[in-house]
Structures are given as C-alpha cells and as structure tokens.
C-alpha cells in the first residue's frame, strides 16, 4: 500500500515539474515576441466611432509598424494617399512614410452612425 502513496507522490511531482517548465517556456515566449516588436509603432485603436488620438506623429524616413487595433466594434483603415490599408486580415504592416506632410486616416468599413465622421491625421515630419 505505501508503495502505491510513494508511486503517487513520484508522479504528482514529476506532472508539477514539467508543468513549471512549460510555463517558463510560454514565459519566455512572449517576452520574445514583446522583443520582436520592438521599433517605432504607430497604433490605432478604434472604438465607436473615433481613433484614439486626433493625431499621430511619425518621423519621416523611419520604418514603422502600423496597426489596428479594434477596441469596440469593427473598423478598418486608410492612410489616405500612402496605400496603407488595415483591417480584420490585415492588422499590422510595416511602412516607411518618406514624404512629410499630414495624411487623412479614415475607416474604411461601414461601421454605423458615426462612420462618416470617423477620421484623423498622421503627420508625418
Ligand atoms: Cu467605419
């Protein structure tokens, strides 16, 4: 009988051990992927029915990743006179903004009332 209590532990630590390796490993995972991002970003996050800045400052010449976030509903992006189109397939891309100036950013999906309206401004210098 002790032997089946002793056989138990045995496993119970063992299933314990691996389980805190794997969690390790997810651990350093993700902190990669947070590494992989690293860069100038350029984020938008969308909800009912605006971006979250009126404005968004990148440099010009500088390699960025643009993305989409949707907080609330469903929207899909144009940076109007760049050809950077976001949406639920495309959430991120990574654009170089060569020439300064301030470009519109509007939705490009039918999303509700307030789709019409729903605008802002990259400047780019
Ligand atoms: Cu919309």
Redesign the pocket.
């Known amino acids: 009988m002790s032997k089946w209590i002793m056989f138990s532990f045995v496993i119970v630590a063992c299933l314990l051990g691996v389980g805190v390796l794997f969690q390790e490993i997810s651990g350093r995972q993700a902190e990669m992927a947070t590494h992989a991002q690293a860069g100038p970003q350029l984020k938008f996050i969308a909800s009912n029915?605006q971006f979250d800045q009126a404005e968004y400052t990148v440099k010009a010449g500088e390699k960025v990743t643009v993305s989409l976030l949707n907080k609330e509903?469903l929207?899909?992006l144009e940076i109007v006179g760049l050809g950077v189109k976001l949406d639920g397939t495309t959430k991120s891309a990574e654009v170089t903004f060569d020439k300064p100036g301030r470009y519109e950013v509007h939705?490009?999906?039918?999303?509700?009332t307030?789709?019409a309206t729903?605008k802002s401004i990259v400047i780019v210098a």
């Open positions: 029915f509903g929207h899909a939705c490009t999906l039918p999303c509700g307030g789709h729903m």
